[in-house]
């Protein structure tokens, strides 16, 4: 049970930096898109890596509580799982888009929501087993 309730609290902290790596996300992704003109899959993937960046370090020192003492291999690690995880982003994206019929000017922004929780899940998981795995 302890096991369980401790999982739990880290998918918390997990949320809670995913949030914050959300605003950041969605922050470069609107600079990009709506004030640069950049392409959605382009602007989203800049985005994807400011938010992944900021997330690697409070996740490390917050959700994980990482002692890793190779940083940089632990950071590679990280964005390995976030590229993935940007596939599964941009992949959600282009399905749903797809799949969905267009009915409002915000609905790339309401499926880059869904696509976001879609990820979350992929990006905690592969981080718990893979970039933070704890050594026994």
């Known amino acids: 049970m302890a096991d ?16 914050t790596g959300m605003l950041v996300h969605f922050s470069v992704l609107y600079l990009m ?4 003109g950049l392409n959605d899959f382009v602007a989203n993937t800049i985005g994807f890596i400011a938010a992944a960046t900021s997330n690697y370090f409070l996740n490390r020192i917050w959700t994980f509580r990482s002692k890793e003492k190779q940083v940089g291999v632990e950071y590679v690690k990280f ?10 982003n941009n ?12 009915w409002t000017d ?8 869904m696509a976001v929780g879609i990820t979350t899940l992929w990006n905690f998981f592969g981080n718990l087993l893979f970039t933070f795995r704890e050594k026994k």
Request: net charge positive; glycine share 14%.
């Open 106 to 113: 915000w609905r790339f922004y309401l499926l880059w929501v």
């Open 4 to 19: 369980i309730k401790g999982l739990f609290w880290k998918f918390v902290k997990f949320g809670v930096v995913g949030f």
């Open 79 to 88: 964005i390995l799982v976030s590229v993935v995880g940007l596939g599964v």
């Open 33 to 36: 898109r709506d004030v640069v």
């Open 91 to 102: 992949g959600s994206l282009w399905l749903m888009g797809r799949l969905l019929p267009e």
